[in-house]
């Protein structure tokens, strides 16, 4: 399959069925801002719930945290993001366009006359970089005066280590200890782009963990491990994941080591997760401009410190787009196209279908009794209409690993037939089986 093709089959796929939607499509829609439709919020619902299964609910040292999007103006001075969260960005003058300098389909240097506009070809007509910053601002209150202007938060971690104190004080955890949130991020992104994978509305399942400074790095390796192993879980092809290294050029302002997890896609690998060694940049930062005393004491050991931060920071949008791609095949069945959204059971929006084989004989009303039965513990769909193979093609690329079908013979010996969506086998089960027999699987 034509890698790029394979884009714009996920992308059609995904609207057929209902997982993503351009936004506001019917206006002509707005730029890389996508809306998640009845199978794809189901999607990154399990996508997210897993992660916090993993990272809050599975351990003892780690406390969930739900901060406000919109914060004190301040954070995002001692961040850094006010000063340093930019791009450097060349304008058009001729068609009034804007790019990345560091665009590859820009030819020679923007701001001389050689270089070349790559939408409207005019030579000298690129100005000099300016920098842009990428984060969103609004006012807060009545009157739109700086002094009212606020940011949407361009990640969620700066949430969580302003309120590390609270967080620490009001769960008696002690360091090392790690704080989890997942919650929306906003970026102005100047090239956006390949469907859901970088947008400018996005949300985050971000984690910091404060450690004593000089264990940083043994911290930053077992962070490492655990979240390679947790895509691994995910069904993810090992082979399709690699470890990107971040140079010292491409180090962030905060971090002193940063590799991220990189997955495949087709248009090439690409970051769906960071691990970074922030040292105690942030709270020192947030020390110094709130005035407020940041540090840690270790009773054990009689000392203050700053703790050091081991952040893990993943996008659920990027991780739902990866493991839809992961997911996604195509195969020919009796000489006919087989589209198969073959996702992890765990992560399937729909969990088992059921099918009466026709529409009489008794059959709906025992379909619809196993529908609900199934209803009561996990999502499940109930379909009467059209072929029967139709319906399970329907359900292929919905990713429903089990369709549940009640035909003649359940009238006579009180068995069902179920398929599996990977292999299209059917096994017979006896009906006040299905529940159990199902809910194992997934
Ligand atoms: N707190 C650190 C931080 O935000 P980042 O590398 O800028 O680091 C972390 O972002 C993760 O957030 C990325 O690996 C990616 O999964 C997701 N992400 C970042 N920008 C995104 C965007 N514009 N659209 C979708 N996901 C994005």
């Given at each position: 399959m034509a890698?790029?093709?394979?884009?714009?089959?996920?992308v059609s796929l995904s609207k057929r069925r209902g997982f993503v939607f351009q936004s506001s499509e019917i206006y002509g829609g707005l730029g890389s801002v996508w809306d998640y439709g009845p199978l794809g919020v189901e999607l990154k619902r399990a996508v997210k719930e897993r992660w916090w299964q993993a990272m809050v609910h599975a351990r003892d040292d780690i406390e969930g945290l739900d901060a406000a999007i919109l914060m004190h103006p301040k954070v995002w001075e001692a961040s850094g993001h006010v000063s340093g969260f930019t791009d450097p960005l060349v304008d058009c003058k001729q068609c009034k366009n804007r790019f990345r300098a560091d665009d590859?389909?820009?030819?020679?240097?923007?701001?001389?006359?050689?270089a070349q506009c790559p939408v409207c070809g005019t030579k000298g007509s690129l100005t000099e970089p300016r920098l842009f910053n990428l984060m969103f601002k609004t006012f807060m209150g009545p009157v739109e005066e700086?002094?009212?202007?606020?940011?949407?938060?361009?990640?969620?971690?700066?949430?969580?280590?302003?309120?590390?104190?609270n967080v620490l004080q009001a769960s008696r955890q002690k360091v090392p200890f790690g704080i989890a949130q997942i919650g929306k991020a906003f970026r102005n992104e100047i090239t956006p782009g390949n469907f859901i994978f970088r947008t400018r509305e996005f949300e985050q399942m971000e984690m910091q963990f404060f450690v004593k400074p000089g264990t940083?790095?043994?911290?930053?390796?077992?962070?490492?491990?655990?979240?390679m192993a947790w895509y691994h879980d995910l069904g993810l092809t090992p082979a399709k994941l690699r470890w990107h290294e971040h140079t010292p050029k491409e180090l962030a302002h905060y971090a002193r080591a940063a590799q991220d997890i990189e997955y495949e896609f087709p248009f090439?690998?690409?970051?769906?997760?960071?691990?970074?060694?922030?040292?105690?940049?942030?709270?020192?930062?947030?020390?110094?401009?709130?005035g407020k005393k940041l540090e840690y004491f270790d009773q054990a050991a009689n000392e203050r410190y700053i703790p050091y931060i081991i952040e893990t920071s993943a996008g659920a949008d990027r991780v739902a787009l990866t493991v839809m791609v992961n997911a996604y095949r195509e195969e020919e069945v009796k000489g006919e196209k087989r589209v198969v959204l073959g996702l992890h059971p765990a992560l399937a929006p729909i969990k088992a279908a059921v099918f009466p084989l026709v529409n009489k004989d008794g059959m709906p009303e025992l379909a619809e009794r196993v529908y609900r039965d199934l209803q009561r513990v996990m999502p499940a769909f109930y379909d009467a209409s059209g072929a029967v193979g139709r319906r399970y093609r329907r359900m292929d690329e919905a990713g429903t690993p089990y369709?549940?079908?009640?035909?003649?013979?359940?009238?006579?010996?009180?068995t069902v037939?179920?398929?599996d969506r990977d292999t299209m086998e059917q096994e017979r089960v006896a009906l006040d089986?299905?529940?159990?027999?199902?809910?194992?699987?997934?």
């Open positions: 890698e790029q093709g394979l884009m714009d089959k996920l590859p389909a820009i030819k020679g240097t923007p701001g001389t006359p050689d700086s002094a009212a202007v606020v940011y949407l938060r361009p990640e969620t971690a700066q949430g969580i280590y302003v309120n590390y104190l940083d790095q043994e911290w930053f390796e077992r962070w490492r491990d655990w979240r090439g690998w690409n970051e769906i997760e960071g691990v970074h060694n922030r040292t105690d940049f942030d709270l020192k930062a947030h020390q110094e401009y709130s369709c549940i079908t009640i035909d003649g013979q359940t009238t006579d010996d009180q037939t179920i398929r089986r299905v529940v159990g027999w199902v809910r194992e699987k997934v």
